[in-house]
């Protein structure tokens, strides 16, 4: 049940693009994106809801596919402080304190 | 910016003793979880809280986990009887319903 996440790993340099994707196999109502970098708690950064509504971050955008039940965070012209684990947070098509259920993450790694 | 804040930063504890992990959420939050990350893994749900009870909870939420909201304001995980699997980082979060804001975790390491 654990959404999966591609690619695994990915490193990039400095202002290149990197997409990352999020595929789950139940309907969802909502996911998220998190950054963690080493030693430190994850960081909200997106979230998509079902129906198309979208928050989060201007530099950094995604989609949200209902019918596919995947998701796509897509970094452009990407920074060193980009580098981190992402996850993704999937909410089941239930909504109401809904827990999240967290993707199997990607490491990125931007270098100069 | 609101932050969620967990004490201790780092425990170190016997196998078998009780541990109490705290948290104190975001003010004008409802919602409120635990989760776990054992190095360099996933990060795995424990348990979720709302209005002043357990919503859900996984399977690794067993009868050595419990939750409490004693005083309004902190949110505490308690290990009663603490196994070396136990041995992980542990994340508190809050939510008003959008993004769950995470607090800096609490590394708990069974010796």
């Known amino acids: 049940q654990q959404p999966v996440q591609s690619p695994q790993a990915v490193i990039l340099r400095e202002g290149e693009d990197a997409v990352i994707n999020c595929s789950s196999s139940?309907?969802?109502?909502?996911v998220h994106w998190y950054r963690q970098k080493h030693g430190e708690a994850p960081v909200f950064l997106m979230i998509l809801l079902k129906g198309g509504e979208q928050k989060g971050h201007e530099k950094i955008s995604a989609s949200f596919n209902e019918k596919k039940q995947q998701s796509s965070l897509y970094l452009t012209a990407s920074q060193l402080s980009y580098s981190g684990t992402y996850f993704c947070?999937?909410?089941?098509?239930?909504?109401?304190?809904?827990?999240?259920?967290f993707g199997t993450g990607t490491r990125l790694t931007i270098i100069p | 910016e609101p932050e969620v804040t967990q004490t201790p930063s780092h425990q170190v504890t016997q196998m078998g003793q009780e541990v109490i992990l705290r948290c104190v959420p975001i003010s004008n939050h409802l919602y409120f979880y635990w989760y776990r990350q054992i190095l360099g893994q996933k990060v795995e749900f424990l348990v979720s809280f709302y209005n002043n009870e357990i919503s859900e909870k996984s399977e690794i939420f067993d009868d050595q986990f419990s939750v409490e909201r004693p005083d309004g304001s902190n949110f505490t995980l308690k290990i009663r009887s603490t196994k070396l699997e136990d041995s992980a980082m542990y994340f508190c979060?809050?939510?008003?319903?959008?993004?769950?804001?995470f607090g800096s975790g609490t590394r708990l390491t069974v010796v």
């Open positions: 979060a809050s939510s008003r319903g959008y993004g769950y804001t």
């Open positions: 139940k309907a969802l109502y909502s």
């Open positions: 947070g999937t909410e089941g098509d239930n909504f109401g304190n809904e827990k999240l259920t």
